[in-house]
């Protein structure tokens, strides 16, 4: 098992003193056309003047005062960002505040969604066909069930929405 910890150590000792000479050769044109996005270069300007908040601008003095050898390597920012979680396909992000007319607004959609849909529609496919984020749904569905514009048949998954009057006959 030593030899197999001393295998890995020493691997990994390579591993990384060939990419620092390989950063160390390459231009600086090279490495920030490899690591950095393309900004606009009033975005860039600033950000060259002066780090904003007090770690940036600590973690900037820090890094000047440090000789160059013992600089750390930071990891490309072109590296692709960790795998969402589950089934979603891209990470939530929290929503601005609606006003009341943006909301009854997708409720007006659905609505009319739904009259052209007489057999009803199941939340996501409501999402689907309006192109709204799953995060947007609850509150215009709640809203148009409180006003009476949507009915509801069915629990959790399984809740298949109408427009008003609509709902299979039984």
Known sequence: MSTLKSTL????????SAVLRAI????LDELVGQTAPAAKPAKAAKAAKAP????????AAKAAKAPAAAAPVAAPAAAPAAAPKGNRKAPRRRLTRRSPEDIQGVVDSIVALLQRKPDGL???????ELGLA????????????KSKRLS???????????????????
């Open 9 to 16: 150590e020493s691997l990994s000792t390579e591993f990384a």
């Open 24 to 27: 160390r050769s390459a231009s």
């Open 52 to 59: 904003a908040g007090r770690a940036k601008a600590a973690k």
């Open 122 to 128: 199941r939340s996501e496919d409501i999402r689907a």
């Open 134 to 145: 799953s995060n947007e749904m609850p509150r215009p569905l709640a809203e148009g069930l």
């Open 152 to 170: 509801k048949e069915g629990e959790k998954r399984a809740t298949v929405y109408f427009a008003k009057g609509g709902g299979k006959k039984k």
